[in-house]
């Protein structure tokens, strides 16, 4: 161990770490119970120590500089480190606790997550969960989620992604909406069906009109971003809509249109930042996840 090498203060990393994490110097100093001057120098003497920049502006934040990213897995393992020594010396060395934020979209929240978050609390009972409803992409790199599931593979190169399945989709509608309005038998039938839409109305028209389906802006007379809402809306037999075949098997209520329609691809992935590999809490979700969700 070249014991001359490691001469810079934890407080100084402690105060880089914060900041790195929270996206400026105030939200640091908060998260620390500093005063933001304090963090400052701390950062700045961290800076003039190592003869690197961390961090640059960015409007009224920070962002990493290069070597503050090169830097920064290695000063998260230094405070998990950390933290494990709390631990031990607490005798609570074997305790999976903390908080991980789970992003995912808000149909997936409703009616996927709750039955794995039921094996999760058996398995870690002392890990709280955050569950972030949201259509939107969780920023990971700026921890708005520690752990985010997504239909789409991410494109950063510092998030560690797993696909668990290529799942598929198709059109279901509620057994009193198919009562009413008929059973549909063809593509062609689809003309005059009302939809239930999950997004804009034309974008839907678009995606849809280019699978060849036979539908325009006059068939979306109720829609809502909020899918969770959607599917309640096609529960209640107000229209024919698309879901996820996971999450149609969890509804009784409704049941598979035009069945020999080619289906939707959904693939599932599973995505989070590199602290997969120093933190155990995020580990022991993310598995627990990953399991569950590629059934």
Avoid at 20 to 39: H, I, K, M, Y
Avoid at 140 to 156: G, K, M, N, T, Y
Wanted: proline share 5%.
């Amino acid at each position: 161990m070249n014991w001359a090498a490691i001469a810079f203060d934890w407080n100084q990393i402690r105060a880089f770490l914060a900041t790195a994490e929270e996206g400026s110097l105030s939200a640091a100093a908060r998260a620390l119970g500093l005063t933001q001057p304090t963090v400052g120098r701390q950062v700045t003497a961290l800076e003039d120590h190592l003869d690197v920049a961390l961090f640059e502006r960015a409007g009224r934040g920070l962002v990493l500089t290069p070597t503050g990213h090169a830097l920064l897995d290695h000063v998260r393992a230094m405070g998990e480190a950390a933290h494990r020594v709390s631990l031990v010396a607490a005798g609570r060395a074997e305790t999976v606790s903390g908080k991980v934020a789970i992003s995912a979209s808000d149909s997936m929240a409703a009616y996927v997550l709750p039955d794995v978050l039921v094996a999760l609390r058996d398995t870690a009972p002392e890990i709280e969960i955050e569950l972030v409803a949201t259509n939107a992409f969780s920023d990971l790199l700026h921890r708005e989620a520690d752990i985010a599931i997504r239909h789409v593979r991410p494109s950063e190169r510092e998030l560690v992604a797993k696909l668990l399945r290529e799942g598929e989709g198709g059109l279901y509608a509620a057994p009193a909406f198919l009562r009413r309005h008929g059973r549909p038998r063809r593509l062609e039938d689809l003309a005059d069906l009302p939809f239930v839409g999950i997004s804009d109305p034309d974008r839907m028209v678009l995606e849809l009109q280019r699978r060849g389906w036979p539908v325009t802006r006059r068939n979306f007379a109720l829609y809502s971003e909020n899918m969770a809402v959607a599917t309640e809306l096609m529960r209640a037999g107000l229209g024919v809509g698309l879901l996820s075949d996971d999450i149609a098997r969890r509804l009784p209520e409704v049941e598979r249109v035009l069945p020999d329609l080619p289906p939707i691809p959904v693939p599932v992935w599973l995505v989070t930042h590199r602290e997969l590999h120093t933190s155990r809490r995020i580990r022991v979700v993310f598995d627990l996840l990953a399991e569950a969700l590629a059934r």
